[in-house]
């Protein structure tokens, strides 16, 4: 669980470093099959990760507007204000906790029971599937985008022989 958030924080890191080279009016224009733009679509990826971990501690959740974010550096600086919580929920995480229960009422009056496991693998299949619409449209714009690869991101400890 651990290795896939961190990778997802190091891709979202060379993200954030790719916008660095692209207009801020490119980064805010809205685009097709998104939340919105590229960086309303980092905005909503790091808003979403420290939402659902919030709910899982039985702490208060609420939307920050992207309206009070429109650049890259408000951005990060309310990724830098969630990633301690987030951070340390994960890097606590451990067997014990994965089938611990969780209750959600739907808008439509359903109440739907989902296990903690299944909601931190939702977490990072969530950043997953918007960081392939960052890679689209950054062909879009002509430029190569960040590389999805997990290996070689020094992710996972490699075995000493004995």
């Known amino acids: 669980m651990q290795t896939f958030f961190r990778y997802n924080w190091q891709v979202r890191e060379d993200w954030y470093r790719w916008c660095e080279e692209v207009a801020e009016e490119e980064l805010l224009l809205n685009r097709t099959g998104g939340v919105g733009g590229i960086l309303e679509t980092l905005f909503h990826i790091v808003d979403v990760e420290w939402s659902w971990i919030r709910v899982l501690q039985g702490k208060s959740d609420f939307q920050e507007d992207f309206e009070e974010y429109k650049s890259l550096k408000r951005v990060r ?44 693998r939702h977490v990072i299949a969530h950043e997953i599937h918007h960081i392939g619409q960052l890679s689209i449209w950054a062909r879009e714009l002509g430029k190569k985008p960040v590389s999805a690869n997990l290996i070689g991101r020094g992710l996972a400890p490699i075995p000493q022989k004995k």
Request: aromatic share 12%; proline share 2%; net charge negative.
């Open 77 to 120: 600086e309310l990724e830098a204000k969630f990633k301690a919580e987030v951070e340390e929920f994960v890097l606590n995480w451990n067997e014990s906790m994965e089938n611990n229960l969780f209750q959600d009422t739907m808008p439509d009056g359903r109440v739907v029971t989902d296990t903690w496991g299944e909601v931190m």
